[in-house]
């Protein structure tokens, strides 16, 4: 059983020296969508949500415009609930870590399809042993929910709109599943 006080306040590894607060995730138990992660930025460091910076911005629009999902219909989480500081990528200490509270959200929640975010989320959730280039927009069962990996709405924002086509595309199949389902 998910207990969210010992989240909320949990020092099982290095990043809870660092942090501002443990960023939980939050969304309904039956959400269309279960939306994961690599970690949190400054942005939900300090607002306390996940995605709610400039990376969740593109991300619940393309998210809206091509699944015709909101936010409120998904549980967004992400694999490391702290921030790492400067933004790095976690270490596979703190993935290994973090994971049982994932893990627990993963039982807890009941979704229709999982989309993870990025190379850290997709090879941590799915196990992914190949680079995101390689990967996205394949379908995967977790569980018997069917997932998809695309970008991090980060690497978009970084890589312009070669990046948003991509990740366009990979939700075209995530339509596809939930139109199916
Ligand atoms: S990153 Fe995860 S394991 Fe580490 S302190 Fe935060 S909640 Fe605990």
């Known amino acids: 059983m998910l207990d969210l006080n010992e989240l909320a306040t949990c020092t099982r590894c290095q990043l809870s020296l660092t942090r501002q607060r443990v960023v939980i995730g939050s969304g309904p138990n039956t959400p269309q969508l279960m939306v994961i992660g690599e970690a949190p930025g400054r942005s939900e460091d300090e607002g306390g949500e996940p995605f709610i910076g400039r990376s969740g911005q593109l991300?619940?629009?393309?998210?809206?415009?091509e699944l015709g999902v909101t936010r409120r219909e998904c549980f967004v989480t992400n694999v490391v609930?702290?921030?790492?500081?400067?933004?790095?990528?976690?270490?596979?200490?703190?993935?290994?870590?973090?994971?049982?509270?994932?893990?627990?959200?993963?039982?807890?929640?009941?979704?229709?399809?999982?989309?993870?975010?990025g190379n850290t989320a997709s090879r941590a959730v799915f196990g992914f042993a190949s680079p995101m280039g390689a990967v996205?927009?394949?379908?995967?069962?977790?569980?018997?929910?069917?997932?998809?990996?695309?970008?991090?709405?980060?690497?978009?924002l970084r890589g312009g709109s070669s990046v948003v086509q991509v990740m366009r595309r990979?939700?075209?199949?995530?339509?596809?599943l939930l139109d199916a389902s």
Not at 59 to 65: A, D, G, Q, S
Not at 145 to 153: I, K, N
Not at 170 to 176: I, K, P
């Open 136 to 156: 996205h927009g394949r379908v995967v069962q977790l569980g018997g929910v069917p997932g998809v990996a695309t970008y991090h709405p980060a690497a978009a």
């Open 81 to 117: 609930k702290c921030r790492p500081p400067q933004n790095r990528t976690p270490t596979f200490l703190e993935i290994k870590t973090c994971r049982p509270w994932l893990d627990e959200q993963l039982a807890l929640v009941t979704p229709r399809a999982i989309l993870t975010l």
């Open 170 to 176: 990979d939700l075209a199949v995530l339509r596809q």
């Open 59 to 65: 991300l619940f629009r393309l998210l809206l415009e």
